[in-house]
């Protein structure tokens, strides 16, 4: 018999209820895979469930949509003062009862909302004071009662309270549009461990001095943050994944002077830097196994420099680095490499033999060589212009592929469909060529092709399908269409793929088409359709 049962005299069954019998803090994890409004819901249960929602170690404040819900009844001010009342409460008996809290999330995006009033119109010195004063009250007592995690989305002129600098439990903190002043006091985040900064005024005194003090800090993110020109990661650190976007100003530096590091991702604040602005003394980039660079300053002589060190590279991504023109890699530890919208490169040689990944996104250009000694995934794409696609263009795209020794994807993106002249023409004649051969097509897995703004004509449709099945033969070909009319485009692509069925120029025997219905697309400019091809 079921032991969670037990018979009656009269027959009836009467249920344990051994979920109750849980002690509080198992049933506070349970709730913790729940958001605020669901466990605050578990309260109806019985007077056991409102304790527990009540006393949950995992507090959040999301004050972004609950005056959306409110105002039907108050008006703005009184909302205002009635959910900073609720909250208020609820943190005083967390104080009185000396509750535990785990986890304080506070999330204020609306300044409007918080203080009750327009921003713009009101004198806000006494509104913000007063509502400052009761974030660094629940601040302080959630320091009190042990807090291992806060997130803030700070509201407006908010500045982080001193008493978070002596959190001795605290483990994770990310701040949101807030303040961070400089503070000589003692600095006591014996336990910090993850740092996350968003949209923070910081000085940059304080920024060096959270991160030298903070001995066991392993994860730091500063994103979109102002007020400092150097960041320093000291000997001493041990943080391991650093993340910088858009926060070093243009005559800024980074000084790396940790051999912790794994990670390491950076974006510059501007489009058009021209210095590299990372300084590092030899060796100490051994361990970095993920290098993630979103900078136009770096140059080929910066690379250069930077990829001997690099002894356990993993994973390379260069993003908009358009001062660089050549790339030459020897690693036996990397296995990933991007390079994307890096327009100014003409020549990539890249010897790995773990590579497993290489993906290149950019434009074409026909003076770009890319050689990979690996049987890697490799991933081509580009953007070109359907002027540049005649028969010399189809050749230089066949002979970037020929590098690669195992092109797992192709894919084309087409827009700006006229020359200067006006055409929109796309021609392919093999003859044109003469005793060039580069070899059979290559054969790929599949060919993703997206059309964008005007429709081509049928001849220069019929030539752009000729000349890439002379350049490969994919298992699948994809298209994806951003026009006016992507039915009557599609319509011609089907006609054409049927045409080419046996055609004694390629050796394509059979086309499996989807069930699509071009009479059915709507207006809304997008189509997506894929075909299956047996060679």
């Known amino acids: 018999m ?5 018979e009656t005299v009269s027959g009836q069954l009467n249920t344990v209820d051994r979920f109750s019998d849980l002690p509080d803090f198992i049933v506070h994890h349970i709730i913790s895979f729940l958001d605020t409004r669901e466990a605050y819901k578990t309260c109806i249960l019985s007077k056991r469930w409102a304790h527990i929602s009540a006393t949950n170690p995992i507090i959040e404040f999301h004050f972004y949509y609950e005056p959306e819900f409110l105002l039907r ?13 609720y909250m208020d409460s609820r943190m005083q008996r967390y104080a009185k009862d000396n509750l535990r809290v785990r986890t304080l999330r506070l999330i204020f995006p609306n300044s409007n909302a918080v203080l009750g009033c327009d921003v713009e119109k009101t004198d806000l010195s006494s509104k913000l004071e007063e509502f400052s004063c009761k974030v660094d009250e629940w601040i302080q007592i959630a320091v009190h009662n042990q807090v291992a995690r806060l997130d803030l989305d700070g509201p407006f002129r908010y500045q982080l309270p001193d008493i978070l600098l002596s959190a001795k439990s605290l483990r994770q903190l990310n701040c949101s549009k807030l303040k961070i002043p400089y503070y000589n006091g003692a600095i006591n985040l014996a336990s910090l461990q993850t740092l996350g900064l968003l949209c923070v005024d910081v000085e940059e005194r304080m920024l060096n001095r959270i991160i ?14 102002s007020g400092f020109k150097t960041i320093v990661i000291p000997c001493c650190s041990q943080v391991k994944e650093l993340t910088l976007s858009y926060s070093l100003p243009e005559n800024g530096t980074i000084i790396l002077e940790s051999s912790y590091l794994t990670c390491f991702q950076f974006s510059d604040i501007s489009f058009y830097s021209d210095r590299w602005p990372v300084m590092s003394k030899p060796g100490l980039l051994r361990n970095l196994r993920t290098l993630d660079l979103f900078s136009s300053g770096i140059t080929d002589g910066d ?39 890096c327009d100014g490169l003409l020549y990539v040689t890249i010897d790995a033999p773990s590579l497993t990944k290489f993906k290149y996104r950019g434009d074409f250009d026909p003076r770009c060589t890319i050689t990979i000694s690996s049987q890697a995934t490799c991933v081509l794409s580009v953007h070109i212009k359907p002027c540049c696609l005649h028969t010399r263009g189809f ?23 006229y020359d200067e002249s006006g055409r929109d023409d796309i021609k392919f004649v093999e003859e044109e060529l003469g005793d060039v051969n580069l070899g059979p097509p290559r054969d790929i897995t599949e060919l993703k092709l997206s059309l964008y703004d005007q429709n081509l004509s049928r001849s220069s449709m019929s030539a752009f399908l000729n000349g890439l099945f002379w350049t490969c033969c994919p298992d699948i070909i994809s298209f994806q269409f951003y026009l006016e009319d992507p039915g009557l485009m599609m319509q011609f692509f089907m006609s054409e ?39």
């Not at 079921?2 to 037990?6: C, R, S, T």
């Not at 030298?212 to 943050?225: A, G, T």
């Open 2 to 6: 079921n032991p969670d049962w037990e």
């Open 73 to 85: 009844c108050w008006p703005s001010e009184e909302v205002s003062a009635r959910l900073l009342g």
């Open 212 to 225: 030298s003090l903070c001995l066991l800090l392993k994860y730091l993110s500063v994103n979109y943050c």
């Open 303 to 341: 690379l250069g420099k930077l990829l001997p060190e690099l002894a356990s590279i993993e994973t390379l991504h260069l993003f908009n680095c358009h001062r660089l023109t050549m790339i030459r890699i020897s690693s036996v530890q990397l296995k990933e490499i991007y390079l994307d919208e």
């Open 395 to 417: 050749f230089k795209l066949k002979q970037l592929m020929t590098g690669l020794r195992s092109c797992n994807a192709l894919e084309i993106s087409l827009s700006d469909n």
């Open 497 to 535: 793929l049927e045409d080419m069925v046996n055609c004694w120029k390629h050796p394509l025997k059979r086309i499996e088409f989807p069930d699509a219905n071009c009479s059915n697309i709507h207006e809304s400019g997008k189509v997506e359709v894929q075909w299956r091809l047996h060679w």
